[in-house]
T-cell receptor, first 114, second 112 residues
């Protein structure tokens, strides 16, 4: 079945710098890769997603890239701001036990230093 | 606001008790998912329903059960509660099993 690994577990960057979080997946048939942001005590929010028929998607300061050959996808945040501090989760759709399931990474705590 | 609602927001109960958490999905979404998140931990998938039928099970304890009703709202039942069951319980919904999930605000369960 699908397995998703996420790195790093904690990332500290200076305000204004860029942040990159990387995830690898195991099932080459996976075709949907969402990213979620969870602020302390709040719900996870879908911030961007990508399907396997494209290699990159951008939305203002955030972008996601997908390398199907290497089976990894990354979240890029540019010009980081204090409000970007949160835990970020990646996920990938896998086919397990005759059903599609979203398999989650363990999360990355992003700290933006002022 | 994701359009997914959960009640109650907070629940404090004693060990050995039983509670029911309720979730209403976004309008038009047929899939409902339940997750458990303990303090500073990741999201643990519990169970998924699609249009009233159970579709997938994760690490759900036998003391826990869920169902999805004809109006698509879902309930998660937790029984014989233990201290370790204290956590945030999230419900999410999606229009299909291969699309993004939208999360409710969660129910914070405290077992004393």
């Amino acid at each position: 079945g699908e397995n998703v690994e996420q790195h790093p577990s904690t990332l500290s960057v200076q305000e204004g710098d860029s942040a990159v979080i990387k995830c690898t997946y195991s099932d080459s048939a996976s075709n949907y890769f969402p990213w979620y942001k969870q602020e302390l005590g709040k719900r996870p929010q879908l911030i961007i997603d990508i399907r396997s028929n494209v290699g990159e998607k951008k939305d203002q300061r955030i972008a996601v890239t997908l390398n199907k050959t290497a089976k990894h996808f990354s979240l890029h945040i540019t010009e980081t701001q204090p409000e970007d501090s949160a835990v970020y989760f990646c996920a990938a759709i896998g086919f397990m036990d005759s059903n599609y399931q979203l398999i989650w990474g363990a999360g990355t705590k992003l700290i933006i230093k002022p | 606001d994701s359009g997914v609602t959960q009640t109650p927001k907070h629940l404090i109960t004693a060990t050995g008790q039983r509670v029911t958490l309720r979730c209403s999905p976004r309008s038009g979404d047929l899939s409902v998912y339940w997750y458990q998140q303990s303090l500073d931990q990741g999201l643990q998938f519990l169970i998924q329903y699609y249009n009233g039928e159970e579709r997938a099970k994760g690490n759900i304890l036998e003391r826990f059960s869920a169902q999805q009703f004809p109006d698509l709202h879902s309930e998660l039942n937790l029984s014989s509660l233990e201290l370790g069951d204290s956590a945030l319980y999230f419900c999410a919904s999606s229009v299909s099993e291969t699309s993004g999930q939208y999360f409710g605000p969660g129910t914070r369960l405290t077992v004393t």
